[in-house]
């Protein structure tokens, strides 16, 4: 998944942003864990939804070959084999037992996230992909993704998962630099990442290339030369995102030696022009689309939408008449594959107060170049634009926001010192009116 990218700062930014995922949900502090299936509180019984947001699904694969040392997902090294058939099992009684808070909404999207969801057998994904579409409204044109390592590949298995419903890829190659993949951790080489690169391109109409910069070490001309053999295998899609020290992690332990923010901040914007120049437009933070081929799974994070995440550790963003609930399902694999089975997948549930829905709204919607409509504001979060407006009006007359009827959009100066845009509309307290 993408990670926010770091800016050269205004002043010091601000911790913790990044993308709100099922896997790697940031919640803000101010959000208060309940128990389970909770009374509406009276904040959020002034809400009201008469619009579902499009709902996607994102199925966590908790297991990898090796764990990298940047890596903060909840991902376990595998054992000789991982328990597949009891895994896939366990997907298919948690979305039967979430099926109650999404009767009767199309499931537009769907990811396969790890970890490392290649490990998966193309028949166990086909299992589960018959298995949403017979137990939920998946969508005959959902966008249906798959995370796949490079080292965990075989050259059949692309094929086969194609053959299974999966109609876009995404590859975590993070460099085609053998010396940068060896820093990562990563199990394959460079020439695997090629390979890797040639058979996605051959399979698939809908492919996207992940790499990183900022690397232990890593110049300028290398960051540049990643992404240069990256173009020459055509993908629709790359995301691009700078290494960022993750607590709880190795590299967070035992810090390697990282370019300066400077460089990182010269890397940026060297990537930026050069896909420009080759026809991607930079529609997100870290995500760069040939025309037509964003992410639609990923637009649907950043616009706020709606998700259900089954597996491990998963995380759930769901709207109902009167409120916003978030849900994680059991973390540890063990621990998950026990409770699903059991028709007991939530570890927790909180809701989401409605004073902190305008600062997680813009938390993701303010990554998009396209930022958004007024109106989208409102569905989304159930308050009047009204509730920030002072806030927008003071980023737009530092240069960080255009504001318009149609769109509200940051700026380039915005998009470069997110962070810094972001902390205006933190909530701090219990008036989103005051403090948002």
């Avoid at 298995?157 to 194609?162: E, G, L, T, V």
């Amino acid at each position: 998944m993408p990670r926010m990218t770091q800016q050269k700062p205004l002043q010091p930014a601000p911790s913790g942003f990044a993308t709100l995922v099922p896997n790697h949900t940031v919640t803000p502090s101010a959000m208060r864990a309940i128990p389970i299936f909770p009374a509406a509180s009276a904040a959020s019984r002034r809400l009201e939804f008469r619009q579902s947001p499009p709902l996607s699904l994102y199925v966590h694969i908790p297991w990898c070959l090796q764990k990298c040392p940047y890596c903060d997902f909840n991902s376990h090294q595998a054992e000789a084999t991982i328990p597949e058939r009891q895994y896939v099992a366990a997907l298919i009684a948690d979305l039967q037992t979430a099926l109650p808070l999404i009767w009767g909404r199309p499931v537009r999207t769907v990811f396969f996230g790890g970890g490392t969801p290649s490990l998966l057998s193309p028949a166990a994904v086909d299992e589960l992909i018959a298995a949403f579409r017979a137990l939920a409204m998946l969508a005959p044109e959902a966008e249906i993704t798959l995370e796949a390592n490079p080292g965990a590949i075989e050259a059949g298995k692309f094929a086969a998962f194609r053959a299974a419903g999966v109609n876009r890829l995404s590859l975590g190659i993070q460099s085609f630099n053998d010396h940068h993949l060896k820093a990562l951790g990563r199990i394959h080489d460079s020439g695997e990442a090629r390979r890797a690169a040639q058979l996605a391109g051959e399979h698939f109409a809908h492919f996207n290339i992940d790499l990183m910069y900022g690397l232990p070490d890593q110049t300028l001309a290398e960051a540049q030369d990643d992404v240069t053999t990256a173009l020459a295998f055509a993908p629709p899609h790359l995301s691009c995102y700078q290494l960022t020290l993750e607590p709880n992690t190795r590299f967070a332990a035992f810090p390697p030696a990282l370019p300066e923010a400077d460089l990182c901040a010269d890397m940026q914007e060297a990537i930026e022009a050069r896909l420009a120049a080759d026809g991607y437009g930079n529609y997100e933070i870290s995500a760069f689309a040939r025309p037509g081929n964003q992410c639609r799974h990923n637009l649907n994070y950043w616009q706020f939408g709606d998700y259900l995440g089954i597996g491990a550790g998963a995380h759930s963003k769901l709207t109902l008449h009167d409120r916003v609930l978030r849900q994680m399902r059991w973390k540890h694999p063990k621990a998950y594959l026990d409770q699903a089975l059991a028709g007991n997948p939530l570890q927790e549930e909180q809701h989401v107060e409605a004073a902190d829905l305008p600062g997680e709204f813009l938390m993701n919607a303010l990554r998009l170049a396209d930022g958004f409509a007024p109106s989208l504001f409102e569905q989304r979060t159930g308050r009047p634009l009204a509730t920030i407006f002072a806030q927008l009006k003071s980023a737009a007359a530092e240069g960080l926001l255009d504001i318009g009827p149609e769109r509200i959009v940051p700026t380039l100066r915005g998009r470069r010192f997110l962070n810094v845009l972001l902390e205006r509309f933190l909530v701090a307290g219990d008036d989103a009116g005051k403090t948002v």
